[in-house]
């Protein structure tokens, strides 16, 4: 079962669970009006991202419900800081994954190493991995498919799900939006 406090490295980066301390380094790099193009919202002030990294770093949903793992993405060599993966288990044998770069690491394969990292740990659990991807949002589409994930037919709140093992894929290519 994957350790939700418990980090691990790809040949690029080195995910470590998330923590309060995180707060101010996170808000510099993903202050940025353009990553909620697809997702909605805007980006959080310090103070939300310090109270957002508390509640994430329970690894449990306020009702107990659901276990929920964040990482943030450090680059080796360098040690910074260049984004962060997550999962919600809701229900055993399910995970729901998602990812955010900020706008300066975008394009360099950082969020496909890590989501595919993820992935291959969720899939060696037994779980269904699936994404919730904006059907306007290629960039994010090429993730899921690098990490192994297949999009659907099923739309939910404007985004098409992607998961793995999908037998109800429907005739898509990036950036269709149906």
């Known amino acids: 079962m994957i350790d939700l406090g418990t980090g691990w490295s790809t040949a690029r980066l080195i995910l470590e669970p998330v923590q309060p301390g995180h707060a101010v380094e996170l808000h510099a790099l993903l202050d940025d009006e353009t990553l909620h193009r697809f997702t909605g919202g805007h980006p959080l002030d310090l ?8 509640l994430w770093s329970r690894r449990r949903s306020p009702d107990g419900t659901q276990a929920w793992g964040n990482w943030v993405l450090r680059q080796i060599g360098s040690g910074e800081a260049v984004g962060y993966v997550q999962v919600t288990l809701p229900a055993p044998g399910r995970a729901e994954v998602a990812w955010v770069l900020g706008r300066r690491w975008q394009g360099l394969g950082l969020a496909s190493e890590a989501a595919a990292s993820l992935v291959a740990r969720l899939l060696a659990d037994g779980c269904t991995v699936v994404a919730h991807i904006h059907p306007d949002h290629a960039a994010s589409q090429r993730v899921a498919a690098a990490a192994g994930l297949m999009a659907t037919d099923r739309l939910a709140d404007g985004e098409r799900e992607w998961k793995t093992g999908a037998t109800d894929v429907g005739p898509l290519s990036y950036g269709d939006h149906q």
């Open 47 to 54: 103070a939300a991202w310090r109270d957002r990294l508390e």
